[in-house]
């Protein structure tokens, strides 16, 4: 989706224009993928801009960092602050908010330890990842040839650059198969989750959505759905999905910052159908807390 461009990123301690944040061709996060990064989302409420769970997006970009050997040059404390101050420069009441934390100039080669450590934060206006008739009416989605990384090869818990290849491949050839998203399975075959997204379904009334085990990404919005439907006195369930049990499904839906709570309708040609009762349930239930309207779970909105 095409970045509609705001005044300023906040880069390395400062609010520069936003056609000065520029790096060199060298950069070693460039050639090596060595950087991580977080997707945040700031929503204007009943009581104005507020960011989605801020402090805990921040503390897992550090998780993220410690697990390749980075050292963020700021506390979390700041980079909150920081994520604050450039939403308020830009004037903005909703946006999109990308840190990301990389190797920047000075070294090239694999050993990266002594390569510097760049911090920016970006914000832009952005949309519904998965579109708005998506997020209303559900999208189709293929299961991927393209396994999803395993633990022993990279980190999967591990928001980080280069890994994200692995993604990409996986979206092209939905797309490219006349699907919206791709659904990726594990190193043992199981279900694990979106190239973006966690996944969930809905099975006679069941909530079900697949362990960290699977090589998922432990989502932040997925946790938040956890919550909201454990808080309904769903039934909500972490376990190993197969193929099967998602063909035969009865409510399906993809969750993440960019995707919010997206609906899934069919999947490799099997109908799921439309946007079921739970799934609607919890959607509407999430869009009213990230709006302001739930004051139990004001807790999750850091207001600007």
Avoid at 50 to 58: C, G, P, Q
Avoid at 139 to 144: D, G, L, P, V
Avoid at 255 to 260: D, L, P, S
């Amino acid at each position: 989706m095409p970045i509609q461009e705001v005044e300023k990123i906040w880069m390395d301690g400062s609010l520069i224009d936003w056609k000065d944040a520029k790096i060199h061709v060298l950069t070693h996060a460039l050639h090596y993928g060595s950087g991580v990064f977080e997707g945040i989302r700031c929503y204007n409420t009943i009581k104005g801009p507020a960011i989605f769970r801020l402090r805990e997006h921040i503390k897992r970009l550090f998780n993220s960092a410690k697990m390749y050997m980075m050292k963020i040059p700021y506390s979390v404390d700041e980079l909150c602050e920081a994520t604050k101050n450039v939403i308020s420069a830009n004037k903005l009441k909703e946006c999109y908010i990308r840190p990301i934390v990389f190797r920047g100039y000075g070294e090239m080669g694999l050993n990266p330890l002594n390569a510097p450590i760049n911090t920016a934060i970006a914000v832009w206006p952005w949309g519904t990842y998965l579109g708005e008739e998506g997020l209303k009416n559900g999208i189709k989605a293929k299961i991927s040839s393209f396994q999803r990384i395993s633990p022993n090869i990279l980190p999967p818990r591990g928001k980080a650059t280069g890994q994200y290849i692995n993604s990409i491949l996986a979206k092209i050839e939905a797309l490219d198969s006349g699907y919206d998203e791709a659904i990726m399975l594990d190193f043992r075959g199981f279900i694990s989750e979106g190239p973006g997204e966690n996944i969930f379904i809905v099975k006679d009334s069941v909530l079900y959505t697949p362990p960290e085990h699977a090589s998922i990404l432990p989502g932040i919005t997925r946790d938040s759905v956890m919550r909201i439907a454990k808080d309904m006195e769903l039934d909500v369930r972490e376990t190993d999905l197969t193929r099967g049990m998602l063909y035969t499904c009865d409510e399906a839906f993809f969750t993440g910052t960019a995707a919010e709570l997206t609906p899934i309708k069919e999947i490799d040609g099997r109908e799921i159908g439309r946007p079921g009762e739970i799934t609607k349930k919890i959607q509407e239930k999430f869009f009213d807390i990230i709006r302001g309207k739930d004051k139990n779970y004001e807790e999750w909105l850091d207001f600007i």
